[in-house]
């Protein structure tokens, strides 16, 4: 058996919640309800649409119907949400 390895001075045992843990503020995950980082959501459905054309692609030269028809819905979806934050009047300012 190995003997434990030893830890560093503050560091927690696993399961321990650290005090700079207990006193950070709670911010909601969501970039548009945080307002940190509000351009990753549109970055992202934007490069979510690419992968989306590249993969409708791939299927349709394999003969795959079906898979070409969802790659074009999860596209469709990931454009309404580039336009939605993109668009006229985006969403969060």
Known sequence: MLPAPRRAPGQPVAGEVTEALQQAPARPPLPAASGVARVLVPV????????????????????????????????????????????????GG
């Open 44 to 91: 992202t459905a934007l490069c979510w649409v690419a992968l989306m054309i590249a993969a409708a692609a791939t299927h349709a030269r394999r003969g795959e119907p079906a898979f070409v028809a969802l790659n074009l819905a999860y596209l469709a979806l990931a454009a309404f949400v580039a336009w939605g934050r993109l668009g006229p009047a985006p969403f």
